[in-house]
DNA sequence: ACTCATCAGGTTGTCTGAGGAGTTCGCCCA
DNA sequence: TGGGCGAACTCCTCAGACAACCTGATGAGT
């Protein structure tokens, strides 16, 4: 194929080559590039021309440079796409996870809570309980009130972590409580309230059991 | 704030700027941006400098530029990934994450390993032990021992979260290891070997603490 | 023997100027 | 009216110069 249709630039096609050395060990996690100069040299375009390619490549998260340093290889591939790799998991994969975040961000957010922390969950807790007959409402109002519990915690990559759950887990219960509605709403209702509890009172190892205990339930009904 | 400590070059400026105004709508889907000389005069920098920017927005999937066309608006938001997050993120942030996910993942494992697990877990371990003195070099062997145990929880979302963990922590790592070694390498490695066996012996209480003591101590060296 | 400042070399960052290559659009002419 | 043509604009690439910065070695002073 003389050149496809589009012809790639001098640069994306650098770039291309960069990471293809990239993918294929030649520099490793971690490892320096050869310094502007060489590697132009190397690659026969100019010192311009690689810097762009190199943008680009930064651009993609799998290079970083620091001035006076060099530029360093920070990912081996291009990270795929987080939904696709969840949509492709299993609930019960997903839960596990879910668990896993969960009862730590527990403990944390006993150490941790704030006072305004406190009145979110709470408030959410009232709103949980209030809601409607709609399944989507109730499902709604469950993650909102969980969120509350992991912002408390203070720990920005264990909320990224749980939002991008959401859609995923969301879905799920939907369709179960849809077949299956809850045996005692009141028992998951209770199951909640302990868990404020304990987070009010500084419980940190209380937090963490009745949050695993309540999604351990959860997952049993999936599984 | 710890990011003002990281200093962004010019360039990297100039692309946040413009993804700012793309995300504010001023210049929307498929919208022309102005050309390269009224557009860097306008930002005050120069034009190669703005190119840079450029490349590296087209990098990030938001920008295309097509010889002789000008440059367009191919995405107004770009889609928020884990490598951008985690790299944003505290050290201490990351490593909470993590102890979250291996102390559930050594658990789980001390259920479902098989043998061939252990084996790969034990193989991973004498290789832990046998490295040379290079900082890297140990910090590869010991993230491949923790990636082992992980594999053997026999869940993927697990192993996928670990994997994006690892560029972040293991430069963190790294850079702490250069200035403060390991004050016993062998407690160290005892530690390890309690995990090890604690999975064996089937023992999922035993397993989740020695995974989360051990990761504990380590978050405290970062703190 | 140890600590610290200083220096030199190499690296990325930024700007400018020049010319090449491609696209677009309107003008002119048949 | 239709088609060819070219001017004007755009991005692409290169080269050179200088600034800002990091790293490792060197040497003086303690």
Redesign the interface.
């Known amino acids: 194929m003389a050149s496809s249709v589009q012809r790639h630039?001098l640069?994306a096609q650098t770039?291309d080559v960069l990471l293809e050395r990239i993918r294929s060990g030649e520099w490793p996690?971690?490892h320096r590039l050869p310094g502007e100069t060489t590697l132009a040299a190397w690659l026969g375009v100019g010192r311009?021309t690689l810097?762009?390619?190199v943008?680009?490549?930064?651009?993609?998260?799998v290079l970083d440079s620091r001035?006076g340093a060099g530029v360093f290889v920070?990912?081996v591939d291009v990270?795929e796409?987080?939904d696709t790799?969840?949509r492709?998991?299993s609930v019960v994969?997903?839960l596990?996870?879910r668990?896993?975040?969960e009862?730590?961000?527990a403990a944390?957010a006993a150490e941790r809570r704030t006072p305004a922390d406190l009145r979110a969950i709470r408030r959410a807790l009232a709103g949980r309980e209030g809601t409607g007959r709609a399944v989507e409402e109730h499902v709604d109002a469950d993650m909102a009130f969980h969120r509350t519990v992991i912002v408390a915690a203070h720990?920005?990559?264990?909320v990224?972590?749980f939002d991008s759950f959401v859609p995923r887990v969301r879905r799920a219960m939907v369709d179960m409580l849809r077949i299956r509605p809850l045996a005692s709403p009141e028992a998951d209702h209770a199951a909640h309230a302990d868990l404020v509890t304990a987070i009010a009172d500084r419980d940190l190892r209380a937090a963490a059991e009745f949050s695993r205990s309540h999604l351990t339930a959860l997952k049993r009904a999936f599984a």
Chains 1, 2 share one sequence.
């Not at 943008?55 to 998260?61: D, F, Q, S």
């Not at 720990?155 to 264990?158: E, F, I, S, T």
């Open positions: 630039p640069a770039a996690l971690g311009s810097r762009e390619a943008r680009e490549l930064v651009g993609k998260g001035q920070t990912a990270t796409d987080w790799i969840l492709r998991a994969s997903v596990e996870a668990i896993a975040i009862a730590e961000a944390l720990n920005d990559v264990l990224e972590m």
